[in-house]
T-cell receptor, first 113, second 114 residues
Framework: GESVGLHLPTLSVQEGDNSIINCAYSNSASDYFIWYKQESGKGPQFIIDIRSNMDKRQGQRVTVLLNKTVKHLSLQIAATQPGDSAVYFC????????????FGQGTRLTINP | DAGVIQSPRHEVTEMGQEVTLRCKPI?????LFWYRQTMMRGLELLIYFNNNVPIDDSGMPEDRFSAKMPNASFSTLKIQPSEPRDSAVYFCASSSRALNTEAFFGQGTRLTVV
């Protein structure tokens, strides 16, 4: 029979535009969140992280926003480039005293020239 | 540092055979994770170790799966006997609990069971 794969949300943006990728997490006790980028054939690569005592953190061209009230996380990428095309995952730490990272389903970002 | 090193990169085996995946974490990291990635289920945490001790193996799908970490620089994930539904990309990751850092992933092992 036909196999049904995980349907990844997709986002297409024009090169140079800003992109926002969203993620909902489920565990209100999670205290640490990470965004990862995964390119085809490679392992997930760290982008930026944020702890639960913060609501915003900025890196180079990336900003992560955390809204604990609605358990929502977003990743903003400024001035997107072709190399930003990848699948982006948010991960939450559900461990207590140790990291137990649980990943979301991922969003595929495509940068159009 | 060379990062997390996994071997082999690709493995093709016949159903019923034993498969052993290997991982060398980043030196100095004391937490190690095994993940499985499939189209159907995404990225799943199978098991993780802290200071070579398994902390949570609730993600291990069946008794056919086992993982060991005999020392701080080496871990294995074994599947015996393997089945076609085990076909996936298996990732190992490590982190430093003391530094409270993110997990660094290896390049993965693509397993195909025919």
């Amino acid at each position: 029979g036909e196999s049904v794969g995980l349907h990844l949300p997709t986002l297409s943006v024009q090169e140079g535009d800003n992109s926002i990728i969203n993620c909902a997490y489920s565990n209100s006790a999670s205290d640490y969140f990470i965004w990862y980028k995964q390119e085809s054939g490679k392992g997930p690569q760290f982008i930026i992280d944020i702890r639960s005592n913060m609501d915003k953190r900025q890196g180079q061209r990336v900003t992560v926003l955390l809204n604990k009230t609605v358990k929502h996380l977003s990743l903003q990428i400024a001035a997107t480039q072709p190399g930003d095309s990848a699948v982006y995952f948010c991960a939450e730490n559900r461990g207590q005293g140790a990291q137990k990272l649980v990943f979301g389903q991922g969003t595929r970002l495509t940068i159009n020239p | 540092d060379a990062g997390v090193i996994q071997s082999p990169r690709h493995e093709v085996t016949e159903m019923g055979q034993e498969v052993t995946l290997r991982c060398k974490p980043i030196s100095g990291h004391n937490s190690l994770f095994w993940y499985r990635q499939t189209m159907m289920r995404g990225l799943e945490l199978l098991i993780y170790f802290n200071n070579n001790v398994p902390i949570d193996d609730s993600g291990m799908p069946e008794d056919r799966f086992s993982a060991k970490m005999p020392n701080a620089s080496f871990s294995t994930l074994k599947i015996q006997p393997s089945e076609p539904r085990d076909s996936a990309v298996y990732f190992c990751a490590s982190s430093s609990r003391a530094l409270n850092t993110e997990a660094f992933f290896g390049q993965g092992t693509r397993l195909t069971v025919v």
